[in-house]
């Protein structure tokens, strides 16, 4: 199993600019998430999914989009990229049946200038 | 509104020390606690999970300990080797099914060779 896949591992954006990152996990997980790790700050919950075609928001998803068409991909769009939006994002997965356990990506660390 | 503490910010110990790291939330009407070690420019590794019934979990030289009443947990790593150097995050899940977990900022620890 590759586990929670990520890409990009790194991207510069100008403000204004739109992308999309993505995250892949191959657990057959029904729960995935995003979040934005800052320093100083923790990490911080954008947008979750508790199976396809479901997602609701976290707690920062203020210029976020996000859909879940199947089971293995949750991407993260930006429409509009702000230099607020500088950060390190990580996607997590999670089995629903029990704990809850959450399994990590290695990240995509975003700059906006 | 959940939140959640980690105190000391950093630690530095000499290789050997059996050493505690802290972890408060304010609410103690938690699912279950997660702790997670981050190396640096690296992704969230799983070590340990309690759920709110338990008291203790345990794994090799790591042992984590849940008190919901008093809204703390302990991480007790016992004769640490600088392979443990890291930052340690503990995480909450504030309901069962609603897949919310709410970060501390970490301990950022160094044990010294």
């Known amino acids: 199993n590759a586990g929670v896949t990520q890409t990009p591992k790194f991207q510069v954006l100008k403000t204004g600019q739109s992308m999309t990152l993505q995250c892949a996990q191959d657990?057959?997980?029904?729960?995935m998430s995003w979040y934005r790790q800052d320093p100083g700050m923790g990490l911080r919950l954008i947008h979750y999914?508790?199976?396809?075609?479901?997602?609701d928001q976290g707690e920062v998803p203020n210029g976020y989009n996000v859909s879940r068409s199947t089971t293995e991909d949750f991407p993260l769009r930006l429409l509009s990229a702000a230099p607020s939006q500088t950060s390190v994002y990580f996607c997590?997965?999670?089995?629903?049946?029990?704990?809850?356990?959450?399994?990590f990506g290695p990240g995509t660390r975003l700059t906006v200038t | 509104k959940q939140e959640v503490t980690q105190i000391p910010a950093a630690l530095s110990v000499p290789e050997g020390e059996n050493l505690v790291l802290n972890c408060s939330f304010t609410?103690?009407?938690?699912?279950?606690l997660q702790w997670f070690r981050q190396d640096p420019g690296k992704g969230l590794t799983s070590l340990l999970l309690?759920?709110?019934?338990?008291r203790e979990q345990t794994s090799g030289r790591l042992n984590a300990s849940l008190d919901k009443s008093s809204g703390r947990s302990t991480l007790y790593i016992a004769a640490s080797q600088p392979g443990d150097s890291a930052t340690y995050l503990c995480?909450?899940?504030?309901?069962?099914?609603?897949?919310?977990?709410?970060f501390g900022t970490g301990t950022r620890l160094k044990v010294l060779a």
């Open positions: 997590a997965s999670s089995f629903s049946g029990g704990v809850y356990e959450q399994y």
């Open positions: 657990m057959n997980h029904e729960y």
């Open positions: 999914s508790v199976g396809a075609g479901i997602t």
């Open positions: 609410d103690s009407a938690i699912y279950n």
């Open positions: 309690i759920q709110s019934s338990q």
């Open positions: 995480a909450v899940s504030i309901a069962a099914g609603t897949y919310k977990y709410i």
